[in-house]
Every structure is written in C-alpha cells, then in structure tokens.
C-alpha cells in the first residue's frame, strides 16, 4: 500500500506531529510512505523522525504568494504524481481550504481511490473575497474527498461546512496520545522542580508553536499583572516558532525575565509537565489541542479560551475563559489551581478512547479502505 501524507511544512508539533507519533503504531511493513511538504521542513529533527520509520520526505518549496503559490502548488503536484507513479492513498492535512482541493481534486484525476481530507483546527473563518473563495473550496473539497476527517465536529464544521459533517464520509478522528507516557508520577515531578529552580514557585506551563493563533502575547500580559501580587509565579513557554523574537522582546521591556522562560523545543514534554501547577492556552483558535490532552492526562489543571471544544473537558479540571474577559480574571482563573489536588488521569483519558495505539489502528484501517 502507498500513501501520500501531505502538509505545507513540518513543524515540530500540530499536524506533522499527530502523523508521526500515529505511523509509530501503524504496521509499516505493509506500506510505502512519502511526505510531501509545499515548503521546506522548519525542524529538521521531525523529518529525521519521518526518515527513521521509512518516509521518504520530499521539499518542494513553492512559493507561499497567493495565487502564484497555488498555481505553482497545481503543476508541482502534477509533475509530482507523474514522477513517482500511482499511490493508494493521499491524506492532505491542516492547509488552506484552496490548496486543499486543489490537492484531492488532482489525486481523483490521476485516480487515487481513498483521498482524504484532515482538519486538524477550527480556524476563524474571515468575511472577505478570500474567505468567499475557502467557502467555494470546502464545497470542492467535500465532493472530491473520499473521506472527511476532523478532530473534534467544530473543527469539521470549520474547515468542511455544517451539511458536510452529517455525510457518511465525515467523521470525527480522535487525537491519541501515549498515555503510558503521559501520567502523573510524583517522585519525576519533584526531581523536575528542583532541577529547574522550580521548587517554590507556581509554575504556568503554555506547550505549542509561538504563533499568533496561540495568543501567548496575552498570555504573557496576565503574568505580568498577576506577578505584581504573586511573585512566585513562572512562566514556562514549551515550543518555538516564528513569534519567539517579538514574545522574548516583551518580556525584556517588561522587566519580566525572573517571571517568563522560553525553553525551546523539548523531546521530553512530559517531564516538564510533571513540574507545572497550571496549563494554560489562550489560544485564538483551536481543534482539539493535543499538548493540552496530554496536560488533562497528567491530572495538570488547565485554564483554556472558549476556542477549545467544551468535550475536551474529560477530567473536570479545566475552565474555559473568553478572550473577551479581563486579565484579571484569567489571572484568578490561573492562580485558583493552587486549591487543586494532583492525580493521575491517564486511566480516564485511555477510557474515552484518546490513547494513541487505539486511534492508529482506527486511522489505518481508513488508509486500509476498512
């Protein structure tokens, strides 16, 4: 069986990292696998990990200019195809609902029977010219596609359309995590705190790409208020991206750098969150945030916008804030996490179908026309 696995670049988290950790449990010797990315790999670490379970990357770096970027996207696909012959699958994640059917709708012309559309987020969807062409698009994409995928229904609502998830090829495809990996383990949570300097502080943890969908500038504007009064608080940003400059730029001006750390990308998150009192993700926009999933497994309490889809909340220790609300009460909303008590709910989270074994064999058998 070959598959096709398509993004337009490769970060360390989001789209790229959900197919990984998922082909790591798949039978791979029963396929060939390729990646194609419009861009350029931005971690060259994930495509080494693609590369050690077999992938085949390949870099096209195109053009991201609008409509140049498309059309040069239409004959790169095509010379793609035509290079390296016949797939059975093609599973085209979390781009621009344009490129998106641009993408199914060659894979039906050079006859590639299972062609799948993945949304991994629930993007805010603008009211311009633009907005108008991605509404076209969805509908494209709808007829063309094989298969419909989303992680949670708002983010098959998002990308799809309201009618699209009542048809028979929607469904909603759970993000599984390894929740052997992430549960809580007291003695690794005070080995952590006391590595990090972290042991009598009140640690705010925000683990995913420094990008203006995750708000971490307003994140960092409820620390600031809230370290006046609570100066044990930290900040610990887990992840990079292209907001790191202008993020780091703040907190200098801000006097904040006793209050806010950014340490980068990390292989081992869940040792971090072992040390956090609190996760927080103000974000903008989300699907169903996989780091946060990880969080909830490890009993963290987590204070999340209302982008975040209300069935996220498995274990009862999340609260959800509008952007809309104060940063005073997101700073109380953060700081009540002191009153809860830690335990292990990587148990519950396995229970409601979210381990990452389970959803890989579901995302195999789709590849497997099953």
Known sequence: MKILLMTTKMDAG?????????LKYMDRTR?????????????????????????????????????KGSLAYIMDMRR????????????V??????????AIYIAKQFKIPIRIAHSHNAPIVKKNIAGLFNRLAKKGTCYFATDLLACSRKAGVSKFGRKAVMLSKFQV????????RFRYLPEIREEVRNNYGWKDSFVVMHVGRLS?????????????????????VKLIFI??????????????????????????EQKEVEKFLEGADVFCLPSQSEGFPIAGLEAESM??????????????????RVKFLSLKDSVKKWGDAIISGKKVQRTDMSGLIKEKGYDVRDTARKLQQIYEGK
């Not at 992840?239 to 806010?260: F, H, I, M, N, W």
């Open 173 to 180: 495809m759970k993000n599984g995590i390894d929740t052997e």
């Open 14 to 22: 989001g789209a790229e990292r959900y197919l990984y950790e998922h």
């Open 239 to 264: 992840g990079d991206g292209p907001d790191r400059q202008k993020l780091t730029e703040y907190v200098s001006r801000s006097g904040l750098e006793q209050a806010v750390e950014f340490l980068g």
């Open 31 to 67: 396929m060939k696998i390729d990646y194609y990315l419009m861009y350029y790999a931005d971690s060259q670490e994930m495509k080494k990990n693609y590369e050690n379970l077999g992938a085949c990357v390949f870099e096209r770096g195109l053009s991201e200019n609008g409509g």
């Open 80 to 91: 793609f195809y035509k290079e390296h012959g016949a797939y059975d699958v093609i599973h």
């Open 212 to 232: 203006t969908e995750k708000n971490q500038l307003f994140l960092i504007q409820i620390i600031e208020e809230l370290y006046k009064e609570h100066p044990e």
């Open 93 to 102: 994640n979390g781009t621009v609902p344009v490129l998106q059917l641009c």
């Open 299 to 316: 009993g963290v309490y987590c204070v999340v916008s209302k982008a975040v889809p209300r069935e996220w909340n498995f274990t009862g």
